[in-house]
């Protein structure tokens, strides 16, 4: 007998274990000269903590209204301020990055690898991939630039 639910399920279940190995594991180590470091590729032979689960590039695009948390990125965020968490090897927030400066669109880049406060303020915000991008009360997980001037210019 077919079951819906399982059906879905087991798709589900496949599709995310076929998904695209953008992953990459968050440590934090301290060099000699006791200078705090974050990335995915840490020395070998340092101490290591890590900090964060899995973090992978965004597949799909969403746009989604953003309650902004006011102990979040206060001096951050105004109404067409573009504030984006990264990481230095993610294709879509160089892509990002490339498209605000050719339009002029001003932006505060923060690495969640580099930064301990935007690895803190990435999981306040519930990140599971990057880019995150918020515009206002405007967040946009991913990148597409034609979605992304709907949002900040109000094209179509």
């Given at each position: 007998?077919?079951?819906?639910?399982?059906?879905?399920?087991?798709?589900?279940?496949?599709?995310?274990?076929?998904?695209?190995?953008?992953?990459?594991?968050?440590?934090k180590?301290?060099?000699?000269?006791?200078?705090?470091?974050?990335?995915?590729?840490?020395?070998?032979?340092?101490?290591?903590?890590?900090?964060?689960?899995?973090?992978?590039?965004?597949?799909?695009?969403?746009?989604?209204?953003?309650?902004?948390?006011e102990?979040?990125?206060?001096?951050?965020?105004?109404?067409?301020?573009?504030?984006?968490?990264?990481?230095?090897?993610?294709?879509?927030?160089?892509?990002?990055a490339?498209?605000?400066?050719?339009?002029?669109?001003?932006?505060?880049?923060?690495?969640?690898?580099?930064?301990?406060?935007?690895?803190?303020?990435?999981?306040?915000?519930?990140?599971?991939?990057?880019?995150?991008?918020?515009?206002?009360?405007?967040?946009?997980?991913?990148?597409?630039?034609q979605?992304?001037?709907?949002?900040?210019?109000?094209?179509?």
């Amino acid at each position: 007998m077919f079951k819906p639910r399982k059906f879905l399920a087991a798709l589900a279940l496949s599709a995310l274990l076929a998904s695209p190995a953008g992953f990459a594991q968050l440590y934090k180590w301290v060099d000699d000269q006791g200078k705090v470091h974050y990335g995915d590729s840490p020395p070998e032979g340092a101490a290591l903590k890590q900090i964060r689960g899995n973090v992978t590039s965004f597949t799909s695009v969403t746009v989604e209204p953003f309650e902004l948390d006011e102990k979040l990125l206060t001096t951050r965020t105004r109404s067409k301020t573009v504030v984006m968490y990264s990481t230095s090897w993610c294709g879509y927030c160089k892509q990002a990055a490339r498209h605000f400066r050719k339009h002029r669109i001003p932006f505060k880049e923060y690495d969640i690898e580099k930064s301990e406060k935007a690895a803190r303020d990435y999981q306040k915000l519930n990140g599971r991939g990057v880019p995150i991008i918020i515009v206002g009360k405007q967040r946009m997980n991913g990148f597409d630039a034609q979605a992304f001037d709907r949002m900040y210019f109000g094209k179509s």
